[in-house]
């Protein structure tokens, strides 16, 4: 399994105070050099943390891979297209939202999100869907052609019970069983921190798994390398 490091986060303390530090571009070499495979950053319509400054020099000095999480829109697309990321995460997007809060409802959009798959494959990015553990969903993820789905853990990683916690957990191992039985890659996220990765990490059809708000919590008081080493560790 491969660790995966939003630095949205990052961005959103230096947004708070409209300033230029931290810097998510700095916080992306240090992951990579703690072990990070893969940068992700989410480009959001309002521009609410990562801007298009920060994409760009993610770009130019991401050594991994570069995975440039946004919504289906004209002009996020055109924005990818030109930027060229390893990878691109469709993910549904509101402005009132403090976070994702679900996943694409890929089969009921299907014809215009097939349209965007074949244009992000002409230009040779290759493409996630960010889906909630739901059969149809993945069916209609893999109907369209897409590289991978990234399963929303949202629920596993808010479950309070351990009936919650079984629940989830079970939806999620089925889902990327489904997925990757489909020929579809399976990635995994949202929520996930150093104590509920551990049954993730047992779901071998999971190959990454991308986390951020947990890391960069953590790096308050451990410092970031050494939190992005103890999530690494974890993960593997």
Do not use: W
Not at 67 to 77: F, G, K, S
Not at 218 to 236: H, P
């Amino acid at each position: 399994m491969r660790l995966a490091i939003n630095v949205d986060h990052v961005a959103s303390l230096r947004e708070a105070r409209g300033e230029v530090e931290p810097d998510p571009v700095a916080a992306a070499q240090i992951c990579e050099l703690a072990g990070a495979e893969a940068i992700v950053c989410h480009l959001r319509e309002d521009r609410r943390h990562i801007n298009d400054r920060d994409l760009r020099l993610l770009r130019e000095t991401v050594k991994t891979k570069l995975d440039l999480e946004m919504a289906a829109t004209e002009e996020i697309i055109r924005i990818a297209i030109e930027t060229l990321p390893e990878l691109v995460t469709l993910v549904p997007e509101r402005r009132q939202e403090l976070t994702t809060e679900g996943g694409l409802d890929v089969a009921a959009h299907k014809h215009y999100l097939g349209d965007v798959v074949k244009e992000f494959q002409r230009n040779e990015i290759e493409v996630s869907l960010f889906v909630d553990p739901v059969a149809r969903q993945i069916e209609a993820a893999s109907a369209l052609g897409a590289e991978m789905v990234e399963i929303h853990t949202g629920a596993y990683a808010r479950a309070r019970t351990s009936r919650e916690v079984a629940t989830t957990l079970d939806e999620i191992q089925r889902a990327a069983h489904l997925a990757a039985g489909l020929g579809l890659r399976v990635n995994a996220g949202h929520g996930l921190n150093y104590v509920n990765i551990k049954p993730i990490r047992q779901i071998s059809e999971i190959e990454e798994v991308s986390i951020g708000h947990a890391i960069i919590a953590r790096a308050v008081f451990s410092g970031l390398e050494n939190a992005v080493r103890e999530m690494v560790a974890l993960v593997r």
